[in-house]
């Protein structure tokens, strides 16, 4: 465990080679959606096309892909703030902008009867245009009369009816293609795998090594957004004491509103300030949890059922298809850690915490309908030329551990196969 702890919270960032200081800040006021972390809706690539390797054509995909946008997952998570903001009606206490914020919240919230945690439209239309830009991007691989595509989800109906838009979509490109979706508690194991003691045990040593550092007191002065909304700023919820966590949950709220086509827009609540800094301290809360120590190692079953079904295609001269898999965000940030994508494993740097932002940009990795995509490439005159892989994290090349074999995203399957495979071991080997 300190071996862990040494390596998560101590090592050394090359600060010339990975940070980016004043990126997210730039990005994040552009767009504030952005700070909206796990709950930012998929935004699409402009790009569409892909340039295969010289001398190679696109032959078989692998996935793994998050649901798309959805409503929160518990009632709670709308009735807290609620309840506050209800209890200061009461007492004479709202401001204006506090009434119209109960207001607008209490209609939202009759909507949202029985549809908790379920996929929204928006959700939908992210999944119908992912599957459609697979097809377009690679016809080579979905639009062949003999086209072979697996699709499998959790046991989730928001992951089934991401599987079923995505897959509506490669249908109507290939009304041919072979396509076989299915749900099954049977594929728990690999899809949304539960964590080891051992994990646990990591990571609850992770969040207490942080606890010192504390983002949430240093950069969190709740008493202007407060103000905003009640008339007395030394009034004090009798039950909700804590007036940051109050702001922290409207700050969700706002953050899943992009989820539906309401038009309710809630970050007006927030400064610039207070939507980069509350967004910093998800990002860190997120690095912790999920990309960092023994975290990575959860989707182990992921890594190796991409690999074992790769390894029953990647030597095919004649199979052309997709496998195609549906969880959740907390298998995709791990997995993008487990993988070494770019930008999804930095090491946090030894000055502390407080610049993990310079080089870590959670919105890039798992936003609703974020995916994984590794394309394979065979040469199309010579058997005997190696298998070529590519990787897209949301839609955009991005690099993998080890040397490309062409350009700067093109690696070999066989070299990246027993890097992970040895990778795998090597933590398999280590004392629990």
Known sequence: ???????????????????????????????PRLSASN???????????????KGYEAFYLTHYGRHGSRWLIGAWEYDDAIDVLQRGSEAGQLTPRGMQLLDDLKAFRKTTEKRLGELTEVGERQHHGIGRRMAQRYPEIFKRKDTQIDARSTVVIRCILSMTAACEELAAANPKARIHNDVSESFQYYLNADWTERMRRDNRARREAMKPFNPTQQWINPKRF???????????????????DFMRRLFSIAGNMQSHDNGLDLYDLFT????????????IEWYIGYAQGTAPFSQSNLLKNIIQTADTIAHSRSFHG??????????????????????????????????????FFNYEIYPMGSNIQLTFYRSKKNAQAPVLVKARLNEREVTLPGTPAQGKYYYRWDDLRRYYLDKLEAYERQAD
């Open 39 to 53: 709950y930012l809706a998929y935004i699409e690539p402009e790009e569409v096309k892909d340039e295969a390797p």
């Open 1 to 31: 465990m300190n071996r862990i702890l040494t390596f998560t919270l101590a090592a050394v960032l090359s600060l010339p080679a990975l940070a980016q200081p004043g990126r997210a800040r730039r990005e994040i006021n552009a767009n």
């Open 272 to 283: 610039k300030e207070e939507r980069f800094d509350l967004w910093k301290i998800k990002n």
């Open 226 to 244: 407060w103000s905003q909304l009640f008339k007395d700023a030394d009034y004090r919820d009798s039950v909700k004491s804590s007036r940051t």
């Open 322 to 359: 997709a496998t195609l898999r549906y969880g959740h965000e907390v298998c995709v940030m791990p997995l993008a850690a487990l993988l070494e994508l770019e930008g999804c494993y930095p090491e946090v740097p030894s000055a502390g915490l407080d610049t993990l932002h310079h080089a």
